[in-house]
């Protein structure tokens, strides 16, 4: 359980810790905000137990659609269908860095098309290896076997178990399908209806019984698809299922025993992995191209700089000694001998193409490892910049969006771009200060001392000391956060 109290950042389970009442948004009402979940326990970690008095807070309960990730993996472990026909439908719309959110989850006609080719396709595979799919054999009696397979298939398909009136309209199918064709036409047809149904694509929480103050309590079977798609990104497993049936996802030592349970399970490292893959915007570094001419060799070691990101990332959330500061504060990374030798560190000659732990120097003078932490990977660093130089503003805009949960407003119109101020002679700097000294004042005092602090390296995340010929300046003033004060550098930020 040590991931789980000391990396909240990555895991708010607190969702699931009130014995699944509907969460509402913390309050002066809220029990979070009052000595329950989130306040410190004895060994100082957050500590999610709701008071026995405590009063529920309500919101209500999105109809939340399958991501493209979430379909694929889903259809993996219902199937054991590897073909990932996700990948070609639409891509889901993201909000900072999410592609999770249930506003945008919009179903467009072309998704709804491409939904229906997918059930048929999926349909025709798995009936071509029948014998794995079904509960019982059709030689013993095709008409029940059909009726065994859409209620034990059914299930696992819209994670709860049918409604009699479902199982008739499936049985409907069946017969049409068996009475046209044999049998697996008519399992066919019925795996078709299952995939292009709402209760498969979607994860609708209808909640069950009275909850005390007016609400509903999320039902078992919907505590283990929460459970599942928060720690896997996929559905529940048999044994969800069996805790489920048995009414076994009630108490918050029965759930608490499930996320320990799960987190040993590969698919919980996967899903982590898409957490904070979002929340770091990483898809950035793919659309993140530079000036080869300027910069060369930075196209070649683009995936190395990804990969960087995702070794410290996994390094830092799955040892049992970390905790959520050190993703600020850890004094090593990942490398391989390109990435060392493009970024100019000492012994890059001597390692070797794998990744491994490298030390940095965050408060030495070996100036390409003079770094701390996630924000100082050449990756990100290289994400919110433009081709041809650094921009203060949006790696300041990724601070205050992805880690303060701060909004940025848009620009004013009419202000001309950064690109119009005269460069001759000046830094990236002394440019930006000039254009902030303007009506845009208000918004780039707490954006741009951000992104002054990593001055110190270029739009590729190299190090540097200079730029247009003069020293950089890296000291600045974080305001109106919560953590405001004076720095010298990115790394003292």
């Not at 979070?32 to 137990?49: I, L, N, V």
Request: with cysteine; hydrophobic share 35%.
């Amino acid at each position: 359980m040590a991931f789980i109290s000391r990396l909240t950042v990555v895991l708010p389970l607190a969702l699931l810790a009130c014995s699944g009442a509907v969460p509402g948004k913390g309050g002066d009402d809220d029990p979070g905000s009052k000595g329950g979940a989130g306040q410190p326990g004895e060994d100082g970690d957050p500590a999610y137990d709701c008071p026995d008095d405590a009063e529920p807070s309500f919101a209500p309960a999105p109809l939340r659609r399958l991501t493209r990730p979430e379909y694929d993996s889903t259809i993996l472990d219902l199937l054991g269908d590897d073909s990932r026909p996700a990948r070609e439908f639409p891509n889901d719309s993201t909000v900072h860095g999410f592609d999770n959110n249930v506003v945008t989850q919009t179903v467009t006609y072309t998704l709804a098309d491409y939904y229906f080719k997918a059930a048929e396709t999926l349909a025709n595979s798995a009936v071509s290896r029948l014998d794995s799919l079904l509960p019982c054999n059709p030689a013993d009696g095709e008409a029940s076997c059909a009726e065994a397979f859409i209620r034990e298939f059914g299930l696992r398909a819209y994670r709860r178990p049918l409604r009699d009136e479902e199982v008739t309209s499936l049985r409907t199918t069946y017969d049409r399908g068996s009475a046209k064709a044999d049998f697996k036409n008519g399992i066919r047809l019925v795996v078709m209806r299952f995939l292009s149904s709402p209760y498969f694509l979607y994860r609708p929480e209808f909640g069950e019984s009275d909850q005390k103050g007016g609400g509903l309590a999320f039902s078992q079977w919907e505590i283990a698809s929460r459970l599942s798609y928060l720690m896997w990104g996929s559905m529940p497993d048999d044994q969800l299922f069996e805790a489920a049936a048995a009414g076994e996802l009630s108490e918050q030592s029965q759930i608490s025993g499930q996320v320990e349970r799960m987190l040993n399970d590969p698919r919980a490292k996967v899903a982590v992995r898409r957490f904070y893959s979002g929340w770091l915007v990483l898809d950035a570094l793919d659309k993140a191209p530079k000036d080869d001419a300027k910069y060369p060799g930075f196209e070649k070691v683009l995936p190395s700089m990804r990969e960087e990101i995702v070794a410290l990332m996994d390094d830092i959330i799955w040892n049992d000694d970390s905790r959520a500061e050190k993703l600020f504060a850890a004094d090593y990374t990942f490398m391989n001998r390109d990435l060392a030798a493009f970024l100019g560190f000492d012994g890059a000659n001597d390692m070797s193409s794998e990744f491994q732990r490298v030390a940095l120097d965050p408060e030495g003078d070996k100036g390409p490892a003079r770094r701390l932490g996630i924000l100082s990977t050449p990756g990100l660093l290289a994400a919110h910049s433009k081709p041809h130089e650094t921009s203060p503003v949006l790696r300041g805009k990724f601070a205050l969006e992805q880690l303060l949960c701060l909004e940025v407003p848009l620009p004013l119109p009419g202000v001309p771009p950064i690109e119009a101020v005269e460069t001759t002679g000046l830094t990236t700097r002394e440019r930006f200060e000039m254009h902030a000294a303007s009506e845009c004042a208000s918004c780039h005092r707490f954006l741009d001392p951000i992104g002054f602090a990593f001055e110190n390296f270029d739009t590729t995340g190299r190090y540097r000391e200079m730029d247009n010929g003069k020293p950089v300046v890296t000291s600045g003033v974080l305001e109106e956060t919560d953590v405001d004060g004076p720095f010298a550098d990115g790394v003292e930020l």
